[in-house]
């Protein structure tokens, strides 16, 4: 086996080499070392590559397994952190010019759940500056490339996870969504992003944008692989305000249920309106997959739904200014063009317009309650439109708007309004290579059914299997 064959295998797999001592974790990090070295010039998916920790860990986690001290599916697995995630001793960047170089004094949540586990830290990934954007453009830290054509954007804000995954670069990778940017670089890069239910994975030591829209979730290459990364890092956090105190399920539990009964709705309003028409065709004929595993698909009517990234950008603006408010004051000179036009936007929304837009949120949730109340996932694309070049969404000189791409969260922005889960994981190929991302979202705090489904397709289909063609 090739060290990429082995590299682009899902942590199911990979778990049960190292379990059996068929793999060695030192081997195993050698390995992702000499991918990230491959594919950073080409990609520029990391800001920081944890190499000599990376080795002793390994090293720590293969004499713990020899020891039979084997701790679970990650022991001894590489991941990768988007650099919103502190972790001890290295600087939190957010991928921006404007932030302080000190090291963060102690590991974010996630970063010591993922310790605990015996995981291997890869390093820090790049991302969209303060993650608040939908492109892969990054003028501090350069600019993250789809490993698929490097002409085209890794989408954003979570843009190194994605790009890090697809190519081998990492099998696990942490990203954070506010209006997308786990599911939208999935559906760009081709592989499995999901965003978890609000409250179920601590946001502790995770740089903020909007703190009652962003969700920290698994970036991986299958369902089954995030369901098995949900089991590590879900969980109640006293010291997250925001942290639910539900008792965990166990997220594999669904993984084995396919998808015969599952009540699939499609929903007949926005999400089809305005869509590429080479991604409606994706998404349709990956419905019927769904139908012909024995799913039950019903039309859906939701004339309101629309109004749903509205809601969402309502409240993620004025929660970014207020964010960032003393940090613009201090080095707005620092901030690029296009995040502090869109920061300074949220400072222009007044009290009144914010607590109408949070009435309007929970309108909204309560509306979207009742429609699934009868049914267990919608199935939707990820994105409206087709990747677009780095170019097409790189502003000009003296605009900080970008010509294109601006759709690009319109249907994932739903699904940050109502806290709900919701999952983005491949369903096929433009006619130019590029991959199309199917978003399963199901009822609050049901993950384990959104992630069953996705595995269900996922067993039915190859699609997940495909190696980028950019970076081979």
Known sequence: MSDIELLLKPVTELSELISSRELSPVDLATATIARIEETQPNLNAYLDVF???M????KATESEIKDGNYRGPLHGIPVGLKDLIDVEGEVTTGGSAATDAMAASSDATVTKLFRDTGAVLAGKLNLVEFAFGFSSVN????????????????AGSSSGSAAAVASGAVPVALGTDTGGSVRMPAAACGITGHKPTYGLVSRRGVMDLSWSSDHVGPMCRTAADCALVMNVIAGHDPSDPASSARQMPDFTSELESGADGL?????ADYFFDAVDPEIESAVRTAIEVFRSEGAEVTEVPMPWVEMGRAVNVAVLLPEAAAVHRERMAERGEKYSPAVLHRLKAGLAVSAVDYIHAQRARAMFGHQMAETMADID????????????????TTPPPGSPIAPSGGEFPIFTGVFNATGQPSLS????????GMPIGMMISGKSFDDATVLGAGHAFQRATDWHCRMPTAVR
């Open 377 to 392: 996932v919608l199935v939707t694309p990820t994105v409206p439109i087709q990747t677009p070049t780095l170019a097409e």
């Open 263 to 267: 009540k699939i709705g499609v929903p």
């Open 55 to 58: 080795l002793e860990t390994a």
């Open 139 to 154: 003028p501090h830290k350069g600019d993250v490339h789809n490993p698929w054509n490097l002409e085209r954007v890794a």
């Open 425 to 432: 994981l491949n369903c096929g190929f433009t006619g130019d």
């Open 51 to 53: 190499v000599d920790g």
